[in-house]
C-alpha cells in the first residue's frame, strides 16, 4: 500500500515537500517514482529513485528538472518529492508508484506501465 500525503493549497514561489509511505512489502527492493496529473490530461512522470540503501539511483523527467528532488528515507519506508519555486501550472493531482523492478532509465515507464498506484494528493497553487 502506497500512501501519500503532503498536498495542498500554496502561493506561487511556495515550496511543499509530499511523502509516500509504502506498506506491505519490503522497501528495499523496489523502483518508486512520483507522477501528476492535469485537469483533463494524462498522468505525466515526474522521477523515479530506487528504493535501495544501497544505489542512490535518480531519474528526472526533463521538464521539471531544478526544482523538483526525489528522495528517500530508508528507516522509515518513505519516499518524497520536494517541489520549490512552484507555479500556478504545477497545479495536479500527484501519485506516487512504486514497481519491483530495478531502478533504470526507463524507471518513469516501468513504473507506468507496471506500477503499483497510490490514492493521489492535491497540490493547488494559487494566490
Known amino acids: 500500500q502506497l500512501q501519500a500525503s503532503g498536498g495542498g493549497l500554496v502561493q506561487p514561489g511556495g515550496s511543499l515537500r509530499l511523502s509516500c509511505v509504502v506498506s506491505g512489502f519490503t522497501f528495499e527492493y523496489y523502483t518508486m517514482g512520483w507522477f501528476r496529473q492535469f485537469p483533463g490530461k494524462e498522468r505525466e512522470g515526474i522521477a523515479c529513485i530506487s528504493t535501495s540503501s544501497r544505489n542512490s539511483f535518480t531519474y528526472y523527467q526533463d521538464s521539471v528538472k531544478g526544482r523538483f528532488t526525489i528522495s528517500k528515507d530508508n528507516a522509515k519506508n518513505t519516499v518524497h518529492l520536494q517541489i520549490d519555486d512552484l507555479k500556478p501550472d504545477d497545479t495536479a493531482i500527484y501519485y506516487c508508484?512504486?514497481?519491483?523492478?530495478?531502478?533504470?532509465?526507463?524507471?518513469?515507464?516501468?513504473?507506468?506501465?507496471?506500477?503499483?498506484w497510490g490514492q493521489g494528493t492535491q497540490v493547488t497553487v494559487s494566490s
Open positions: 508508484v512504486a514497481v519491483g523492478l530495478r531502478a533504470t532509465r526507463t524507471c518513469l515507464s516501468d513504473l507506468a506501465s507496471f506500477g503499483t
